[in-house]
């Protein structure tokens, strides 16, 4: 093959002659150099070899490129078949059985000890608002305000919190004050507050911990969970239940100990012990071939009784 520099010189008439045996009508059409003997950014090579060697490499770059990609949609086919088949061995085993029926009971543990005590607590939440309404129907009013002495009569609030000053509502409180001494006291409006709010946002949590149990629960019978996803609905149980106040979590502690004992305790009903060997039957045929000859009692002999009836009857004709 003619080397670069002879076909340039070929073609184009420069530089030293070529051989007689070499010599001929050359066009750079008809160069045909290999791609590993230019460079395609060399200025000095004609612009349609540059031109195609970029062609060809466009090409083997856009073939490398959906090799690639075809590899690659092939081994995300390939790891999703195999995560199928993963899964399903997964689903069809006594171990995800038994996980998956394990969550469910400590669910509905965890579901019906809180509850327990979102009843519980709804009660303690209406009790404490009813004293807290009681406290403020025995407030002292003025100017359509409900003020608050201190139990010490020195000091006046409001149910805002701020002390109250000024000398012509001082006056008229106290006057009232003096009509009616059992006025509610500044500490007792703030200590029935108080309990009220407390009770109230513990009824509130309760409530939110209850809907994120149904939202866990369905999501947990909802679709075919895998181990890592059932392991994170178990981690989700547990943050729902150490959320809990004390009272609720020692209900469930309660609840998932019975039943678990429940489960633990399997009944197994006894042996006959009526015979602690087999009957020796052997013996008992024996001792029968011996007496056939003997004449059973009067009367003892298995005769049909004219009233007797029958075992069946025939079956009526409808």
Known sequence: MLRLF??????????????????????????????????????????????????????????????RRQSTAEKREHEKEEKEGRLHEWLASEQCRRAFQQLCDEIADARQATQWAYERARKEEEKARQALEEARRNALVVSGNRVYFTRDGSRLYGEDGREITDRATAEEAKRQHAENPKATSYEDFVER????????????????????????????????L?????????????????????????????????????????????????????????????????????APPGGSHDQESPARTPAYKAAPDF
């Open 226 to 294: 895998t181990p890592e996803e059932l392991a994170q609905a178990r981690k989700d149980k547990q943050e729902i239940i150490d959320s809990l106040p004390p009272e609720a979590k020692q209900e469930y502690e309660r609840r998932h100990t019975a039943r678990r004992d429940a489960d633990n305790a399997v009944t197994y009903r006894g042996a006959d012990t009526s015979f602690d060997t087999a009957p020796d039957l052997n013996a008992d045929f024996q001792r029968a071939a011996a007496d056939r000859d003997v």
């Open 6 to 67: 002879q076909i340039w010189n070929k073609a184009t008439g420069a530089g030293p002659a070529l051989p007689t045996y070499e010599s001929g009508t050359m066009l750079l059409t008809d160069a045909d150099l290999k791609d590993d003997e230019f460079d395609a950014n060399d200025p000095d090579i004609p612009e349609f070899l540059r031109a195609r060697k970029k062609e060809r490499q466009r090409e083997i770059e856009a073939n490398l490129e959906f090799e």
């Open 193 to 224: 507050r108080d309990a009220h709010d407390q009770t109230a946002d513990n009824l509130k949590e309760l409530r939110d911990s209850l809907d994120r149990l149904d939202e866990l629960d369905k999501r947990v019978k909802s679709g075919q």
